[in-house]
C-alpha cells in the first residue's frame, strides 16, 4: 500500500500539520468510495502516517502539543514525505535548519529511496537543507525567496510559482500551500482520477477557475523578512519595471547612485546592473513559459524586453536554450515519468550515471514524448549532436522529422509512421541533412517504451550514420554494372 508521511517538527504551523493529516485522510475515503464494488485493481490505497525524531510529540508554532504515530527510524520505506510549512520566526523568517539535521538526514535517505518529497512554503528550507533542492527547479513562499536563494545558492529559485515538481521534489508556495502539496502528492502518486476526486471533494470544485488572470508573475508591493533587503527591492522594482527601463532608472528607484548600485549589487550577487535586470527578466519569463500558454512574443513584452529577438537573445544566454525548447523540456520534466532518469535508486547521480554512459554511445540516442504535442525530442545524447551537427537547444522540443529537409518522399517514412502508430519497433534506413545541409544516411531504430502498467511513456530512437557503408554498396553496384558492360 501507498504509504504517505507527514513530518513533525517543532515550530511548523499546527493548522499545516493537521490541515495535511485531514485533508489526506478524507480524500482517501472520497477516492475508496468512488471505486465500483469489486473493483480491486489499481485501487489506489494509502495509508497516511504522522513521524518526528524519536516518534515524539511536537510542539506547533503557537506552543501547542502534536501527537505523531510513528518515529523517523520505524519509517523505512514509503512513497511520499511532506513538510508542512513552519511559523516565522520573531523577524518574518524560516527558522535555522541546522536544529533539523537528523530529519533532513531522513528525507535525504527517503528520496535516494524513491519517495517523492514536499516542502510546502517555509518547509521548503528543510528540503534545502537535505540538499534536495541542488539543482533543481524550486520555490517558496515570496518573503520567503531571497533568502532560500542566499542559503540555498544552489537551488534553482522561481519567482512567483506556486508549485513545483522537479524529479521528485515537490515545492510550493504559501502557508496554506500544504493543500496544493497534499492534492499533487495524491495525483502523483494514485493518478490523475484520484487526484480529481480528491480535490472535487476536499475544495468542492477542482477546476481552474475560467478567466482567472494567468501568466504575470506575482509581484507584492513590500518584501518582509529577505535576505538582502536591497536585493530584493532591486528585484521588485525589475519585475514591475517596462522595457525601457534601464540600469539607470533602477539606481533613481533606489535612490542611489548609479556607481553605488553598481557597487551593491557587485557585492550581493557578484551582477552588473545590466546583467542583473536582463537575468531577472529572463527569470520572469522561465516562470512565464512554465505557467502559461501565452506565446513567446507577448511573453517577451511581459517580462520586459524590448523586442522578441532581445528576449531570444537574453533566454538562449542564461537558460542554455531557446523559449519554446525550454517550455516543452519544463513541461517534459514535470510528468511523473521524468523520474525515468532518476528512477527509483540509490541516489541522484544516477541521472549523471545514465547520461555519461548514453553519451559515450556510439549511436545517436533520442528520446520523443508521445503524450506532448506533436511527439517531440525531449532527450538526445551528445553523439546524435554529432551526427547532426546541432546544438541541443536546437533539438530538444521538435519533431525528429526536421532532420529529413524537404527530402519527404521516402520509403522508410512510410514504414516508420506504420510502426509508430502501431506502437511497434521498427528499423529504416533515411535520408537526413545536417545542420550544414549536408546529406547523410541514417540507420534509424525506433522502439516503443511501455511502463510496467503497459501504458507508453516514450519513444526511443537510436540512429546510426551508414553512409560510408551506403556510399561503399553503390560504388560496388555502379563497379559492377561497369564491368559486366565490359565483359
Ligand atoms: C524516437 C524517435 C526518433 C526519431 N529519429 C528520427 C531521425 O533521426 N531522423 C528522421 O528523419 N526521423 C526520425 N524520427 C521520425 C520522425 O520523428 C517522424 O516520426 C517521421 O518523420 C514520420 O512522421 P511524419 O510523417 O509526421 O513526419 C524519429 C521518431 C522517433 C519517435
Known amino acids: 500500500m501507498i504509504k504517505i508521511v507527514i513530518v513533525g517538527l517543532d515550530g511548523c504551523l499546527g493548522s499545516a ?33 504522522t513521524a518526528s525524531a524519536g516518534g515524539r510529540p511536537v510542539r506547533d508554532g503557537a506552543g501547542g502539543a502534536l501527537d505523531v504515530k510513528a518515529s523517523f527510524d520505524e519509517i523505512a520505506l514509503c512513497d511520499a514525505v511532506i513538510v508542512p510549512s513552519f511559523a516565522p520566526e520573531a523577524d518574518g ?37 537535505a540538499g534536495l533542492l541542488e539543482g533543481r527547479r524550486c520555490t517558496t513562499s515570496w518573503w520567503h525567496h531571497e ?30 500551500s500544504w493543500i496544493d502539496v497534499g492534492l499533487h502528492v495524491i495525483r502523483t502518486l494514485c493518478g490523475q482520477e484520484a487526484g480529481r476526486i480528491a480535490a472535487d471533494f476536499t475544495l468542492g470544485e477542482a477546476a481552474p477557475a475560467r478567466g482567472a488572470a494567468r501568466g504575470a508573475a506575482y509581484t507584492p508591493n513590500v518584501l518582509s523578512g529577505g535576505a538582502d533587503a536591497f536585493l530584493a527591492d532591486a528585484e521588485r522594482i525589475v519585475r514591475q519595471s517596462d522595457a525601457a527601463f534601464n540600469a539607470q532608472d533602477l539606481a533613481k528607484a533606489l535612490s542611489t547612485s548609479e556607481r553605488t548600485l553598481h557597487r551593491r549589487l557587485k557585492q550581493a550577487c557578484g551582477e ?20 502559461s500558454a501565452k506565446p513567446v512574443k507577448k511573453l517577451a513584452a511581459s517580462a520586459g524586453f524590448i523586442d522578441e529577438a532581445s528576449f531570444r537573445r537574453a533566454f538562449r544566454r542564461y537558460a542554455g536554450m531557446a523559449p519554446s525548447a525550454y517550455r516543452i523540456w519544463a513541461k517534459a520534466r514535470s510528468q511523473p515519468k521524468a523520474q525515468m532518469f532518476s528512477v527509483r535508486k540509490e541516489s541522484e547521480i544516477i541521472p549523471e550515471i545514465l547520461t555519461t554512459i548514453l553519451d559515450s554511445c556510439v549511436n545517436g540516442v533520442t ?13 538526445a545524447n551528445k553523439r546524435f549532436e554529432l551526427i547532426t551537427g546541432y546544438d541541443p537547444e536546437e533539438i530538444i522540443g521538435r519533431n525528429c522529422r526536421f532532420l529529413q529537409a524537404e527530402d519527404r518522399d521516402q520509403e522508410g517514412l512510410r514504414r516508420l509512421r506504420e510502426a509508430i502508430r502501431n506502437r511497434q519497433p521498427v528499423d529504416v534506413i533515411l535520408r537526413n541533412y545536417r ?17 510496467a502498467q503497459g501504458k507508453l511513456i516514450y519513444f526511443l530512437g537510436v540512429q546510426y550514420d551508414v553512409t560510408d557503408q551506403i556510399r561503399a554498396e553503390t560504388e560496388i553496384g555502379d563497379l559492377k554494372a561497369k564491368l559486366q558492360a565490359i565483359a
Open 435 to 451: 545542420k550544414s545541409g549536408t546529406l547523410f544516411y541514417n540507420k534509424l531504430n525506433v522502439t516503443p517504451l511501455f511502463d
Open 367 to 379: 528520446l520523443a514524448d508521445p503524450d506532448l504535442d506533436d511527439a517531440p525530442i525531449v532527450y
Open 17 to 49: 500539520f493537521l490541515g495535511l493529516s485531514d485533508l489526506l485522510t478524507l480524500a482517501r475515503r472520497a477516492i475508496l468510495a468512488a471505486i465500483p464494488p469489486g473493483d480491486t485493481v489499481g485501487a489506489p490505497d494509502f495509508q497516511v502516517v
Open 147 to 176: 533568502d532560500l536563494k542566499k542559503r540555498y545558492p544552489r537551488a534553482d529559485t522561481a519567482w512567483g510559482a506556486r508549485l513545483i515538481d522537479d524529479r521528485r521534489v515537490v515545492t510550493a508556495a504559501g502557508p496554506l
Open 93 to 129: 523568517r524560516a527558522p535555522e535548519m541546522s536544529a533539523f539535521a537528523a530529519a533532513a538526514a531522513w528525507l535525504r535517505r527517503h528520496h535516494s529511496r524513491g519517495a517523492l518529497i514536499g516542502g510546502c512554503g517555509s518547509g521548503v528550507f528543510l528540503l534545502g537543507e
Open 272 to 291: 552588473s546592473p545590466k546583467t542583473f535586470i536582463d537575468r531577472i527578466r529572463v527569470e520572469t519569463a522561465r516562470t512565464l513559459l512554465e505557467t
